[in-house]
């Protein structure tokens, strides 16, 4: 059941953004197609999605967030906006409702719900807002239909079960709500699953009870699953309890570099038997083991230290607080990792398990982003990079949705033959 309070914010918002007028229009040609490149074109004529987007957290900044401005990644660190999908003819993607792991208590659980209902309440707010640039998708066949008009596909994800609580029932709510793809779990085990990353080590050895129902309600709906977070052990369960092919959005091989968020080799064999995809991640310290320096560290630690709860700060004191983040910056460069250790990762397991298994979900706006390729306008180095290793534009097609979408209609599929039973 959902919370009365939680309902009631949700329709009110919902009524606000059906009566919000859209934007003024944004001029998409102008930012389109100024690169004579080949690979540009090639780019440009693939549907390109990317499967873990997390923008929307953005889109609650108490500072507020406009999708329809051009961020600079360097100052404000955003990474994802519709100027810079268009320079980097990213078409859409799945826009994640992501919860932070907290105590599996009831009062954490509505609090959870409450923060993931909004979520998805801010996502199909923007697309409402927005409706000359952005389209909610709710299947496979739309994500065609709202590129053809010139608009941007926002597929709904959820990672992260948690704010679901042990309420099975809230997997049709988020459907009904326009989730497509569900992750039970994240940093820490949960209700439903095994994460990959728990100090305690693992809590079910796998997925739990509650997680196989949420695996079975999930099919029986339509929706993809996603193993990005869990255990190796609780991916394995997923693609063998799983009706339908499942996705790891955002994730790693560990052929390259052993990770606990990469995959080895047999598991990624295996989700690859089964037709499932992973979608390679961007996230530098899942690439290469990445060091930063003492000094960059105790500069940023002195650097919060001294401005406090930065999401509190009025635009002039955020500003100052800016220019002090940049200079340490500029004084003590991060280290990341390179587009070209990215593109082994990726090179890897294309090699591995084949273009029709692999995609691409960086991370954005969630740690994702290497040198060479810091946000989505520069997502065409892929296409060049794959193009200049002889993969070809159907392979192309593929990596860029044809994958993911292959998924979501086999999900449908299930979902129309269950219901007709
Ligand atoms: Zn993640």
């Given at each position: 059941m959902i919370n009365r309070h939680a309902l009631s914010r949700l329709a009110l918002i919902v009524a606000l953004t059906a009566a919000s007028s859209a934007c003024a229009s944004m001029d998409q040609a102008a930012s389109q197609g100024s690169d004579g490149a080949a690979y540009m074109a090639a780019h440009r004529s693939a549907l390109t999605l990317d499967t873990h987007l997390d923008t929307p957290a953005n889109l609650v900044s108490p500072r507020g967030f406009d999708i329809t401005k051009r961020y600079d990644t360097d100052r404000e660190g955003y990474q994802v906006d519709l100027p810079r999908m268009n320079e980097g003819g990213l078409d859409g993607g799945f826009w994640a409702i992501y919860t932070a792991q907290g105590p599996l208590t009831p009062e954490a659980y509505a609090r959870a719900r409450d923060t993931a209902l909004l979520r998805s309440a801010a996502i199909r707010e923007m697309a409402a807002r927005h409706a000359d640039a952005f389209a909610l998708a709710l299947r496979a066949d739309d994500a065609a239909r709202i590129d053809a008009d010139g608009r941007k596909v926002v597929f709904q994800s959820i990672e992260n079960s948690y704010p679901l609580g042990e309420d099975i029932s809230m997997v049709e709510t988020f459907y009904k709500l326009g989730v497509r793809m569900i992750g039970p779990v994240h940093n820490g085990n949960n209700q439903f699953a095994d994460s990959?990353?728990?100090?305690?080590?693992?809590?079910?050895?796998?997925?739990s009870p509650l997680g196989a129902q949420l695996v079975k309600e999930a099919n029986r709906l339509g929706m993809v699953l996603d193993g990005s977070h869990a255990s190796d052990v609780a991916i394995a369960q997923l693609i063998d309890m799983s009706a339908t092919p499942i996705i790891l959005s955002h994730h790693g091989a560990d052929g390259p570099y052993q990770h606990p968020r990469n995959a080895p080799d047999e598991l990624l064999k295996k989700l690859a038997a089964k037709g499932g995809v992973i979608q390679m991640n961007a996230l530098g310290s899942f690439i290469k083991p990445l060091q930063q320096s003492p000094e960059r560290v105790a500069a940023l630690s002195a650097l919060r230290d001294r401005w406090g709860a930065i999401d509190d700060l009025p635009a002039d004191k955020y500003d100052a607080y800016l220019d002090e983040r940049l200079a340490i910056d500029a004084r003590y460069p991060e280290a990341r990792a390179e587009f070209s250790d990215y593109m082994d990762q990726f090179l890897y397991t294309l090699k591995l398990i084949g273009p029709e298994h692999v995609g691409v979900g960086a991370d954005w706006d969630g740690g994702g982003g290497v040198n060479g390729m810091r946000d989505v306008s520069q997502l065409p180095r892929i296409t060049e990079r794959l193009l200049a290793e002889g993969y070809s534009e159907a392979d192309l097609k593929n990596i860029w949705g044809g994958n993911v979408l292959r998924l979501l209609r086999a999900a449908e599929t299930h979902a129309a033959a269950v219901a007709s039973r």
């Open positions: 990959t990353n728990d100090s305690s080590g693992p809590r079910w050895n796998g997925l």
